[in-house]
């Protein structure tokens, strides 16, 4: 299935930019399709901070209704900010020169965040940047360290390797409580401390938590649309089959229900990093959105405003 190049796949914008707008806002690009401009959401509104990409919908729908575009490779719509109303984008590709960091005591994130980059680029071949707080400018004492990159080797095993030399520390269950309000829309407690103490893309690394996106949009090029037909906000159950740590993170899934597409190949298709590296057997039950494709390809999407989930329940440990 063709692709229009401008859509996908390019470096014009990545996840994790930061666009700041005429108005002051300043907002985040999301995904890997820009139909033309960049498709994202606002992070700070008036000084405050939007955490929540249920909230973030809502401020688009009441205060930029106007940037809310039908695109048809998603299936849905999307904001897509008009190049009119953006001042300034930050890249987080072409932050600073990591050589030229120095250690401040003030400055910790940024200093910590830099050493981060640096190992990152030199043992696993990536090129990062921070974004988030870090990238908008806003990080204070309490902020994590958000770093997103991109490449194309196995970045798990070296991810794997840094652990085991100390490097990265797994995040204990008592400093994920420190951000578990934020992240509550979407799972309890005990499903999400199980998952996120064996990340690796998620840790502690110089006593500081950090989250690693990192980026391969190529592979979402094979399951764009357009589509043959779309359930919006239905009940779904699946079985993951896959393993996969990256952004866009592509399940193969088991569609256990709606019971009539059982027979399609499904996949689970996120860019949320919170689902990232859900373990083999994981089930999944939720409410959100299925794509269907004319080549018996169903597309499971929780990254919808209206998606919610309910559980995701892992595999006992053998």
Wanted: charged content about 25%; hydrophobic content about 40%.
């Amino acid at each position: 299935m063709p692709t229009n190049q401008n859509y996908c796949c390019t470096e014009a914008y990545l996840e994790g930019d930061l666009l700041e707008l005429t108005d002051g806002s300043l907002w985040v690009v999301k995904g890997c399709v820009h139909p033309g401009a960049p498709i994202a959401v606002p992070r700070l509104v008036n000084g405050k901070k939007v955490k929540r990409l249920g909230e973030a919908f809502e401020i688009i729908a009441r205060y930029y209704p106007f940037f809310i575009k039908y695109v048809h490779v998603l299936g849905r719509e999307a904001p897509v900010v008009s190049p009119s109303w953006i001042k300034q984008t930050r890249r987080f590709l072409h932050f600073s020169n990591v050589n030229s960091i120095t250690y401040v005591l003030r400055d910790k994130i940024k200093s910590v965040a830099m050493e981060l980059i640096k190992l990152l680029r030199e043992e696993c071949g990536l090129r990062c940047g921070p974004t988030g707080s870090l990238l908008g400018g806003y990080a204070g004492k309490e902020s994590d360290v958000d770093i997103n990159c991109v490449g194309k080797r196995d970045t798990l095993e070296c991810l794997h390797g840094l652990r085991i030399k100390g490097f990265l520390k797994p995040l204990s269950v008592k400093e994920f409580i420190k951000e578990l309000p934020l992240v509550s829309e979407t799972l309890g407690w005990g499903d999400m401390s199980k998952l996120v103490v064996h990340r690796l893309t998620q840790g502690v690394f110089k006593g500081l938590r950090y989250t690693l996106r990192i980026i391969d949009c190529d592979r979402i090029r094979e399951f764009l649309g357009p589509y043959t037909h779309i359930i919006k906000d239905t009940y779904v159950v699946f079985k993951v089959v896959d393993f996969d740590y990256r952004t866009p993170s592509i399940y193969r899934v088991e569609l256990l229900r709606p019971a009539l597409l059982s027979s399609r190949e499904t996949y689970f298709i996120t860019h949320r990093v919170r689902f990232a590296e859900m373990p083999f057997g994981s089930l999944v039950i939720a409410k959100g959105d299925i794509m269907l494709r004319n080549d018996d390809i169903a597309i499971v999407s929780l990254d919808t405003p209206n998606s919610k989930v309910e559980a995701i329940l892992l595999p006992s440990a053998p």
